[in-house]
């Protein structure tokens, strides 16, 4: 897979759809309730529109059958998603609860996948204006679009305060007593909570020690970030120690657990 090609074109594609994220943001928008029970934007459909566009383009330029797989999309049925090699795993915006809160703790994801092992992400944070991506044999960094500025990513070493991020919308009973577990282990815990795939982000830059998830989300909501991730040499496991996998008959992730 060339990763000349695909690094500019995916960062060129996140930046497109922030912008336009950003301008509906910005202005009075109208919010609709999916079937399950979740809320859809005009900017989740725009950010949508972008990128799978432009990720065709993309597979045409590659000249390579790479499945899209996203939260907007009506998806193959598994008969048929389960004989692509390799996939994009799209959430054009994570955290649509947070963008209708607007309080900025939301983001744009593509992730790839080889054999249903992420092998790259990208993650855009709209209202920092930046961009995240790393992957396998790829140091994963941070791009700020407005300034130019690079940076690369390094996990937190100190434990001293231990930093825990949570969920702002989905912090439950099971994840309070995974808490008064690790204060047993440390001295010092620091629990953060903010919303979408950021929390991921903020264990591969180094901002938070750990992240467990005791509650649903889709293999969209962790791909891209799962990728930044293996970038600076951290992964996702499930409860049992095992990496989590995708594009899988049943799209839900279980449990999991960064480390």
């Not at 591969?204 to 649903?216: L, V």
Request: with cysteine; charged share 25%.
């Amino acid at each position: 897979m060339n990763l000349s090609i695909i690094i500019p074109f995916l960062k060129e594609t996140i930046i497109l759809a922030n912008q336009k994220i950003m301008e509906i943001y910005q202005n009075d928008f109208k919010i609709k309730i999916k079937s399950d029970d979740s809320p859809l934007t005009i900017a989740d459909l725009e950010s949508n529109k972008i990128i799978c566009f432009r990720l065709e383009l993309l597979n045409k330029k590659l000249q390579e059958n790479i499945l899209i797989i996203s939260e907007e999309n009506k998806n193959l049925d598994f008969t048929e998603r389960k004989n692509y090699e390799y996939a994009w795993l799209i959430d054009p915006i994570d955290g649509t609860k947070e963008f209708i809160k607007k309080n900025g703790e939301f983001t744009t994801n593509i992730g790839l996948i080889k054999d249903g092992k992420v092998i790259f992400g990208m993650v855009g944070i709209p209202c920092q204006n930046v961009v995240y991506w790393g992957g396998i044999n790829v140091p994963s960094v941070k791009y700020n679009y407005k300034t130019n500025e690079l940076s690369f990513l390094k996990p937190r070493i100190s434990n001293n305060p231990y930093i825990v991020v949570t969920s702002r919308s989905h912090l439950n009973q099971a994840t309070v007593d995974c808490l008064e577990q690790i204060k047993t282990k440390y001295e010092n815990v620091k629990t953060v909570s903010t919303g979408s795939s950021i929390k991921m982000l903020m264990v591969a830059d180094g901002i938070a020690n750990f992240y467990p998830r005791y509650g649903p989300t889709m293999e969209w909501d962790t791909c891209a970030a799962h990728g930044v991730l293996k970038g600076v040499n951290k992964n996702i496991l499930d409860m049992n120690n095992k990496e989590l996998v995708y594009n899988k008959e049943n799209l839900l992730n279980p449990f999991f657990k960064l480390c």
